[in-house]
């Protein structure tokens, strides 16, 4: 039987079970403040059950006892569900609803460049950030220095200042406790025989108290990495070839 010839009070439901797993997905993802979810979930279970049993009182007049019986027992399901979930947000200690109240601050402030990260966090952080840019990236914090290496198809010189100053303005402007910071550049050569291979094409070194000074919006991308020390491999052109 295709999904729209299901009875109805059954579309509703499926909707409803898919509507409260989401929630509960997204609350766990976002790691959503639990109070304010138990309630918004309290309130949107109880608005959705009136609709299911008003739904369920209409088909109940037009149907059999078997789909009557059904349909009785979607409104006792969606009901056990959201007085579970109250009495669940009841059984926390005072303490409990501190605790994860400052937790969630704690994640907030983290999470908008507010408050340090500790080291694993550092790290896992920063690959966050950067993966969209490099492939195959590896991050990992030595003596207080963060070492990024990830590898970007045929480098110029050009694109090796624009992704310095991109990287810099991203990782100094959003954590708090950024360290100094090497960004190891792998890129593609052709050697004289046109075989292609890849290699150390640049190495950026950020430094903290440089980075945090600057001004991201005046400057182009030429003067920001001016700022830094960047090895170029010789070989690199300065600009896309023609």
Not at 171 to 195: A, E, H, Q, R, W
Request: proline letters at 3%; hydrophobic letters at 45%; aromatic letters at 8%.
């Amino acid at each position: 039987m295709k999904f729209k010839q299901w009875p109805k009070f059954a579309r509703v439901l499926f909707y409803i079970v898919v509507l409260v797993i989401s929630a509960r997905l997204i609350g766990t993802v976002i790691k959503l403040n639990p109070p304010v979810f138990v309630l918004l979930f309290t309130l949107t279970s109880i608005f959705c059950l009136i609709g299911v049993i008003k739904g369920n009182l209409r088909f109940i007049k037009l149907n059999t006892r078997k789909h009557t019986l059904i349909a009785l027992a979607s409104s006792v399901l969606l009901g056990s569900i959201s007085i579970g979930t109250m009495a669940t947000s009841n059984t926390r200690t005072p303490e409990e609803r501190q605790a994860l109240a400052e937790a969630w601050e704690l994640t907030k402030a983290k999470n908008s460049g507010q408050a340090d990260l500790t080291d694993d966090e550092l790290v896992e952080r920063v690959k966050n950030d950067l993966k969209w840019k490099l492939d195959e990236i590896e991050v990992t914090l030595e003596k207080n220095e963060i070492i990024v290496t990830g590898k970007m198809k045929d480098l110029t010189v050009k694109q090796v200042q624009m992704e310095a100053s991109s990287i810099a303005e991203k990782l100094y402007s959003g954590i708090k406790n950024m360290p100094n910071c090497v960004i190891v550049l792998n890129s593609t050569f052709l050697d004289k025989y046109g075989n292609q291979s890849w290699g150390e094409a640049a190495r950026i070194t950020i430094e903290r108290e440089t980075a945090v000074k600057i001004n991201y919006d005046k400057l182009n991308s030429e003067q920001v990495a001016s700022l830094f020390t960047i090895w170029y491999h010789p070989t690199m052109p300065k600009s896309v070839l023609n």
